[in-house]
């Protein structure tokens, strides 16, 4: 019966022409077939492709169904306080939108679960996809892993050879650091002699340059002395030299005095 009093309102509410439900409110009354045209052509062709189960359409019907069923209660009760029976009206309008509420409920729900099996089924079929291609890619995974192993197992050994080459030539390179050691010292050595023996020859040339200046000082000295003593010498031999001529001379003079007397 709420059913039919419901289909019966619909095709009552198409008919009439909008206008104001409650002078207080901004509530219009309008033909309900303009509603769901428009929410039939909420839905795209774009939508519908998307949407292969009808999921996006089949929500935005259950919207459009329950804003209209809203709108239809809010003519009803309008109306109803313009009927003898206001509250019995009220009532069966009441009736009516939970009736219609109720269907909607249980459509939502049976499309939620409907999503939600969609999405269980879509998600087993992500698992399904993933584990073949997994499963596919074993052999080429299988390979890459034993040509991963191998190269990291040639690693290891190109480094346990490397390391076996350097202890066997630790040795050598012992001894070669010894003999490069032992060539460092003995060339610092050389280094060390010939800087002592530049110093001791710049010390002996110091020292036989003050003998030789030495020894000039000493025959300046003896060639002074013997200059004095020629030159003591020379006079002294003048003096004799005069003394003797003197000499003569005054024998002769006394020889002349003697013959002058003796004649």
Do not use: W
């Not at 690693?155 to 040795?171: D, F, G, I, V, Y």
Request: hydrophobic fraction near 30%; proline fraction near 3%.
């Amino acid at each position: 019966m709420a059913v039919l009093a419901c289909a019966g309102f619909v095709q009552a509410a198409t008919a009439q022409t909008p206008r104001p439900i409650n002078p207080g409110t901004s509530v219009t009354e309008s033909p309900l077939d303009d509603a769901r045209a428009t929410g039939a052509n909420a839905a795209s062709p774009a939508d519908a492709d998307a949407d292969a189960n009808g999921f996006g359409a089949r929500q935005k019907a259950l919207d459009t169904r329950s804003e209209e069923n809203n709108y239809r209660y809010a003519v009803k009760q309008h109306d109803c306080y313009n009927d003898f029976f206001v509250n019995h009206c009220l009532n069966a309008a009441r009736a009516a939108k939970r009736d219609v509420s109720q269907e909607i409920r249980k459509q939502q729900l049976a499309l939620d679960d409907e999503q939600r099996l969609q999405h269980a089924q879509q998600r087993d079929q992500q698992t399904a996809l993933k584990r073949a291609q997994y499963e596919a890619d074993a052999p080429q995974r299988a390979t890459t892993e034993k040509a991963s192993a191998e190269s990291f197992a040639e690693k290891q050994r190109q480094n346990a050879l490397s390391e076996a080459q350097r202890t066997a030539e630790a040795p050598q390179r012992a001894q070669n650091q010894a003999a490069y050691d032992r060539k460092q010292a003995d060339y610092q050595k050389k280094l060390d002699d010939a800087a002592a023996r530049g110093a001791q020859d710049a010390r002996d040339r110091d020292a036989k340059a003050e003998r030789y200046e030495a020894k000039q000082r000493d025959a300046a000295e003896h060639q002074a002395e013997v200059q004095a003593r020629q030159k003591e010498a020379a006079v002294k031999q003048q003096q004799r030299a005069q003394q003797e001529a003197a000499d003569r001379a005054h024998q002769e003079q006394l020889k002349q005095q003697q013959q002058q007397q003796s004649k």
